[in-house]
T-cell receptor
């Protein structure tokens, strides 16, 4: 069982829709991540939040908008997506100890499978 | 990019055999990690090896790291059908909080 919970598990949306993916963890972790994974490919880093502040944005298109309302929650707001954005979106968290450059173990959720029509 | 490259891309073995997967990367790292992913599911952390370590064991897993060659290997001994999954190495660059995954190896263990 994963301690990172992602909802919804599946999402189908049209190109004009606005939807959100949600991620929650209660392990007291202070770093949270969004990854995108296409079929038979490795996860690609999208965003990193450290202590609720956006610390890394891997040049992700603005139609993806992350939000970290508090230390336990991470959202990914989706708007005007393209069919090529269809993928498995994975949320992860890590201890994110302040002042250290080491990324420790990441705990992943089961992912939200997104289909854009 | 510090992304790891893995080989082989796919590996098929019989139950009870050992499986070895290799990973190479491009830039200096703080640590290297290995993850497993069952089809269409989240990733599960297997083992982390720091840049000043050369070998690490965890149960049936053995990981080696050669920073001079920028490479790592994952050995799974006495494989089981349940080990069938994709395996990814991931590197943590010097600035931290940025774990980048290699292409992965698809392991199939036949019973």
């Amino acid at each position: 069982d994963t301690e990172v919970t992602q909802t919804p598990k599946h999402l189908v949306m049209g190109m004009t829709n606005k939807k959100s993916l949600k991620c929650e963890q209660h392990m007291g972790h202070r770093a949270m991540y969004w990854y995108k994974q296409k079929a038979k490919k490795p996860p690609e880093l999208m965003f990193v939040y450290s202590y609720e502040k956006l610390s890394i944005n891997e040049s992700v298109p603005s139609r993806f908008s992350p939000e970290c309302p508090n230390s336990s929650l991470l959202n990914l707001h989706l708007h005007a997506l393209q069919p090529e954005d269809s993928a498995l979106y994975l949320c992860a968290s890590s201890r994110g100890k302040y002042g250290t450059a080491n990324t420790g173990e990441l705990f992943f959720g089961e992912g939200s499978r997104l289909t854009v029509l | 990019s510090q992304q790891g490259e893995e080989d082989p891309q796919a590996l098929s073995i019989q139950e009870g055999e050992n499986a070895t997967m290799n990973c190479s990367y491009k830039t200096s790292i703080n640590n290297l990690q290995w993850y497993r992913q069952n089809s269409g599911r989240g990733l599960v952390h297997l083992i982390l090896i720091r840049s000043n370590e050369r070998e690490k064991h965890s149960g049936r897993l053995r990981v080696t790291l050669d920073t001079s060659k920028k490479s790592s290997s994952l050995l799974i001994t006495a494989s089981r059908a349940a080990d069938t999954a994709s395996y990814f190495c991931a590197t943590d660059g010097l600035y931290g909080n940025k774990l980048v995954f290699g292409a992965g190896t698809i392991l199939r263990v036949k019973s």
